[in-house]
């Protein structure tokens, strides 16, 4: 069955760097786009940063553009997140998302409606 496992969250100082990895399995892993949403206490789940399956194709929220990277590796199913000058903002659970369909566009990535599979999660805390 599909499953996706995130990694690599901790607490660290606000500036710090963090680098969440995604592990995929059960499916046919460079079809479909992956997706990275973050939700903190009371607020509701938001859209961080998609790629496409191929990883040519890259989206962010405002909020992270120019900090955040989304990377995958075909060949290892992962799909990476490295998040630079981290602020307290940042501060949330991190989770990562498979698509439903295969067919990556700006418009869909930030949709959660979109995504059919996520991980469990993995928490993310900058202090000040």
């Known amino acids: 069955q599909v499953q996706l496992v995130e990694s690599g969250g901790g607490l660290l100082q606000a500036g710090g760097s963090l680098r969440l990895s995604c592990a995929a399995s059960g499916y046919i892993f460079s079809t479909y786009p992956v997706g990275w949403f973050r939700q903190a206490p009371g607020q509701e789940r938001e859209f961080v940063a998609a790629?496409?399956?191929?990883?040519?194709?890259?989206y962010y929220a405002d909020s992270v553009k120019g900090r955040f990277t989304i990377s995958r590796d075909n060949a290892k199913n992962t799909v990476y997140l490295q998040m630079n000058s981290l602020k307290p903002e940042d501060t949330a659970v991190y989770y990562c998302a498979k698509q439903s369909t295969p067919y990556y566009s700006d418009y869909r990535a930030p949709r959660k409606s979109l995504y059919d599979y996520w991980g469990q999660g993995t928490q993310v805390t900058v202090s000040s």
């Open positions: 790629i496409s399956g191929s990883g040519g194709d890259t």
